[in-house]
């Protein structure tokens, strides 16, 4: 028998000594794998590599709820670890719902041993499930007229943890899915709706409504826009909230009828409406998104204490919600109604020009604490919810504090949306630092909202961050932005 050995030769031929020579394909191999194998004993690091998922099996289950489920394959070298993750990929699949006559998967397994000795004994039972074992993806059944149960192993994969939950046993194991539909994941839905996402496509918008109302009826609160989501509307009053549907018929508390607590179906989603037993708290939840726009109101009876909303609504649909209710006549941040010190006459205001408040003279006011540095700038920028640049077109001055009517420029930091028009307070009559009407200044707000729900307000602490507006002052607050702690 001849035997392999390295030569010259390119193809296997006879040798003089009538042998078979290696071809040179064959000797590359050979000493591929030599080098390979001696580099491996050596200095085997690291784990070893997964081939590529397989296909999804079929679906568990015939009807309803099931499992599919994929493999994959742990390719190492001798000394090479284990590789990391899972043999075994769960998927849930979801088919037509079973006809309502249907046997559950968890019954026709205990009815599998129907019949059949089990226990070491010659007797048999009839079995149904039992759930009050400590393991529900065992397959724990009990032996009808009697009062024992038995465990006949696992159940089958895709089997309902229990009745009216959502896990699926998997390996003997209660899983959930997670938004990717894979079983044990722990990816979920953001407030957005993007699956692992972070909240990074929408925006939040908060709001008080607080106009007390001027006569017994229905009173406009907001327009929740198509594509909100996460809904959430609050009241503690004797009112009634009410929601219009965009073809204007009412779905809930219309046509001066109160309608029972209860789930609503509007605009693509359901309406969770919530009354309290002594009729002073009223709420609406809905998880959304809305295929189009809703009306929200209040069948007014008592003056209006403040009605608390709230929704996430995709960026690219705040501009146009924004004129939306705008062009109705709403605004998306009442401002507070104020007291305004006693002033003399003014004749009409060119309606062009944005009304600007004379006040009187103000008190002798102590100076201010300096407040430069970049120190207090860091601090301020990322302690704040707000950071902009902002013309004063007004200011007005109350016993205790001070607002102050801006136009806003340029955004550099917000928590919640802005309109162009706002209003800024400050503590005292003599506010620091302070702002001159008709000057430019970049500003950190804070937003405070009273406990009761019935102030939304921009806050400019006592010894704040409000700095005149210029190209330095821009380069210095656009710097401290990296700075700020994630």
Same mark, same amino acid.
């Given at each position: 028998?001849?035997?392999?050995?390295?030569?010259?030769?390119?193809?296997?031929?006879?040798?003089?000594?009538?042998?078979?020579?290696?071809?040179?394909?064959?000797?590359?191999?050979?000493?591929?794998?030599?080098?390979?194998?001696?580099?491996?004993?050596?200095?085997?690091?690291?784990?070893?590599?997964?081939?590529?998922?397989?296909?999804?099996?079929?679906?568990?289950?015939?009807?309803?709820?099931?499992?599919?489920?994929?493999?994959?394959?742990?390719?190492?070298?001798?000394?090479?670890?284990?590789?990391?993750?899972?043999?075994?990929?769960?998927?849930?699949?979801?088919?037509?719902?079973?006809?309502?006559?249907?046997?559950?998967?968890?019954?026709?397994?205990?009815?599998?041993?129907?019949?059949?000795?089990?226990?070491?004994?010659?007797?048999?039972?009839?079995?149904?499930?039992?759930?009050?074992?400590?393991?529900?993806?065992?397959?724990?059944?009990?032996?009808?007229?009697?009062?024992?149960?038995?465990?006949?192993?696992?159940?089958?994969?895709?089997?309902?943890?229990?009745?009216?939950?959502?896990?699926?046993?998997?390996?003997?194991?209660?899983?959930?899915?997670?938004?990717?539909?894979?079983?044990?994941?722990?990816?979920?839905?953001?407030?957005?709706?993007?699956?692992?996402?972070?909240?990074?496509?929408?925006?939040?918008?908060?709001?008080?409504?607080?106009?007390?109302?001027?006569?017994?009826?229905?009173?406009?609160?907001?327009?929740?826009?198509?594509?909100?989501?996460?809904?959430?509307?609050?009241?503690?009053?004797?009112?009634?909230?009410?929601?219009?549907?965009?073809?204007?018929?009412?779905?809930?508390?219309?046509?001066?009828?109160?309608?029972?607590?209860?789930?609503?179906?509007?605009?693509?989603?359901?309406?969770?409406?919530?009354?309290?037993?002594?009729?002073?708290?009223?709420?609406?939840?809905?998880?959304?998104?809305?295929?189009?726009?809703?009306? %929200?109101?209040? @069948?007014?009876? $008592?003056?209006? *204490? #403040?009605?608390?909303?709230?929704?996430? =609504?995709?960026?690219? &649909?705040?501009?146009?919600?924004?004129?939306?209710?705008?062009?109705?006549?709403?605004?998306?941040?009442?401002?507070?109604?104020?007291?305004?010190?006693?002033?003399?006459?003014?004749?009409?205001?060119?309606?062009?020009?944005?009304?600007?408040?004379?006040?009187?003279?103000?008190?002798?006011?102590?100076?201010?604490?300096?407040?430069?540095?970049?120190?207090?700038?860091?601090?301020?920028?990322?302690?704040?919810?707000?950071?902009?640049?902002?013309?004063?077109?007004?200011?007005?001055?109350?016993?205790?504090?001070?607002?102050?009517?801006?136009?806003?420029?340029?955004?550099?930091?917000?928590?919640?949306? %802005?309109?162009? @028009?706002?209003? $800024?307070?400050? *503590? #005292?009559?003599?506010?620091?630092?302070? =702002?001159?009407?008709? &000057?430019?200044?970049?500003?950190?707000?804070?937003?405070?909202?009273?406990?009761?729900?019935?102030?939304?307000?921009?806050?400019?602490?006592?010894?704040?961050?409000?700095?005149?507006?210029?190209?330095?002052?821009?380069?210095?607050?656009?710097?401290?932005?990296?700075?700020?702690?994630?």
């Amino acid at each position: 028998m001849g035997e392999l050995r390295p030569g010259e030769g390119q193809q296997l031929a006879p040798s003089h000594t009538g042998r078979l020579r290696p071809s040179r394909n064959l000797q590359l191999l050979l000493l591929l794998w030599t080098l390979l194998s001696s580099r491996l004993e050596s200095s085997a690091q690291g784990p070893g590599e997964w081939t590529p998922w397989g296909s999804w099996t079929r679906c568990s289950s015939s009807c309803g709820r099931g499992v599919s489920v994929r493999s994959r394959q742990c390719i190492r070298f001798p000394g090479e670890e284990l590789c990391w993750g899972n043999t075994h990929e769960y998927r849930l699949c979801q088919l037509p719902d079973c006809p309502p006559r249907a046997v559950p998967f968890r019954d026709l397994q205990c009815a599998l041993y129907n019949g059949r000795p089990v226990l070491g004994s010659q007797k048999t039972y009839q079995w149904v499930p039992f759930h009050g074992a400590p393991n529900q993806c065992d397959l724990n059944c009990l032996a009808e007229g009697h009062t024992f149960y038995h465990s006949f192993g696992r159940v089958l994969d895709g089997t309902p943890c229990s009745p009216g939950v959502e896990g699926l046993c998997v390996a003997g194991r209660c899983l959930s899915a997670g938004c990717d539909g894979l079983l044990g994941s722990d990816a979920r839905e953001d407030r957005c709706g993007h699956c692992g996402g972070t909240n990074d496509s929408c925006l939040f918008v908060q709001r008080v409504f607080r106009d007390p109302g001027a006569f017994t009826g229905y009173w406009n609160v907001t327009l929740i826009p198509e594509g909100a989501r996460h809904l959430q509307v609050i009241h503690r009053s004797r009112n009634h909230l009410a929601l219009v549907a965009g073809d204007g018929r009412y779905v809930l508390n219309g046509n001066w009828a109160v309608n029972s607590p209860g789930t609503y179906e509007a605009a693509g989603t359901r309406v969770v409406y919530t009354r309290d037993a002594a009729g002073m708290q009223e709420t609406l939840r809905a998880t959304g998104p809305t295929s189009h726009d809703l009306l %929200l109101q209040v @069948l007014l009876q $008592v003056p209006n *204490p #403040g009605i608390e909303f709230e929704f996430w =609504l995709p960026r690219e &649909r705040y501009a146009p919600f924004q004129e939306k209710a705008q062009a109705l006549g709403w605004s998306l941040q009442q401002p507070q109604a104020l007291e305004v010190e006693s002033q003399s006459p003014e004749p009409p205001a060119d309606p062009a020009t944005p009304p600007l408040t004379v006040t009187p003279t103000p008190d002798p006011c102590k100076p201010c604490p300096d407040t430069r540095g970049r120190a207090h700038r860091l601090l301020h920028y990322c302690g704040s919810d707000f950071v902009f640049r902002a013309r004063v077109l007004g200011r007005r001055r109350q016993a205790q504090e001070t607002s102050y009517e801006v136009r806003l420029l340029l955004i550099y930091k917000n928590r919640s949306p %802005l309109r162009t @028009l706002e209003y $800024v307070w400050a *503590p #005292g009559r003599c506010p620091c630092p302070p =702002l001159a009407p008709h &000057r430019e200044y970049l500003v950190a707000a804070l937003r405070l909202v009273s406990p009761d729900g019935t102030q939304d307000r921009l806050l400019l602490p006592h010894s704040g961050y409000a700095r005149p507006w210029s190209p330095a002052e821009d380069s210095r607050v656009r710097l401290a932005a990296r700075h700020c702690p994630v």
